[in-house]
């Protein structure tokens, strides 16, 4: 969460409102306590105390603390915006997660609706995926994953983003027509699964879709996710292919 946010958050208000009261409260009582004079005349009274110091010192706590407060906050908004990078992308792959995937869709379909410009998206999954993990074990399987999403981000077209969807798909999104996305789409899957020839039960499924006129950013996503070896139709063609 970034600065911005943190700063418009109703925990960052209702904690300014509950100081404010508070100090407003404290005002009141110490008018009517009249802590000044109090503390005026116990200092002549009891001189050797040094109480006429408190005030000064009051001040100086007070400008103390809210420096060390400024600090942490900056270091608290650091933190978070790591955070949020990680959250944000694969430090290591340089793959954009599925949070921040999501918030790229919104912004071609938005796009793509005011311009009339054509967006596809293509869906990429590991099929037998838990199978996969029995036969490696989770570091090899992962180590699989982290190879293919390489493997994509170099053959990527230009302008294009990739996002790891789920731990075994990722979602490639391209600024092109139906056919220049099936085209890629089809190279893709046969490199990849050229790639992960040698190992049992590694295959590539793709699916593509490619955005038309009034098409919801949902109804999208939802017939990349429906779409079959059986399920071929004008707007989506499954690329399916086992090694030999």
């Not at 942490?72 to 694969?90: E, F, G, P, T």
């Not at 981000?153 to 990739?162: F, G, K």
């Amino acid at each position: 969460m970034d600065k911005y946010l943190y700063t418009k958050s109703d925990s960052y208000f209702k904690d300014v409102v509950a100081l404010l009261v508070f100090n407003v409260v404290v005002l009141f009582l110490f008018i009517q306590w009249e802590v000044l004079e109090f503390l005026y005349h116990a200092s002549r009274q009891y001189e050797h105390w040094q109480l006429d110091e408190i005030v000064p010192l009051g001040v100086s706590l007070a400008f103390s603390i809210s420096i060390f407060a400024y600090r942490r906050i900056k270091d608290v908004n650091k933190i978070s915006q790591a955070y949020s990078k990680l959250a944000d992308q694969n430090p290591l792959a340089n793959i954009l997660s599925r949070t921040a995937g999501k918030v790229l869709l919104q912004s071609w379909h938005q796009h793509a609706s005011y311009t009339a410009d054509p967006f596809s998206l293509v869906r990429l999954k590991i099929t037998d995926f838990e199978q996969l993990q029995l036969t490696y074990g989770d570091c090899v399987t992962e180590g699989i994953v982290f190879s293919i999403g390489q493997k994509i981000m170099q053959d990527t077209l230009v302008n294009s983003e990739v996002v790891q969807w789920h731990r075994d798909s990722f979602l490639i999104l391209l600024p092109n027509s139906a056919p220049l996305a099936l085209d890629f789409s089809s190279a893709l899957s046969i490199s990849l699964n050229r790639d992960l020839a040698a190992m049992a039960n590694a295959f590539i499924e793709i699916q593509t879709i490619t955005w038309k006129h009034q098409m919801s950013l949902k109804s999208m996503l939802q017939q990349l996710e429906e779409s079959t070896t059986a399920a071929v139709t004008e707007n989506t063609q499954l690329l399916f292919e086992r090694k030999a």
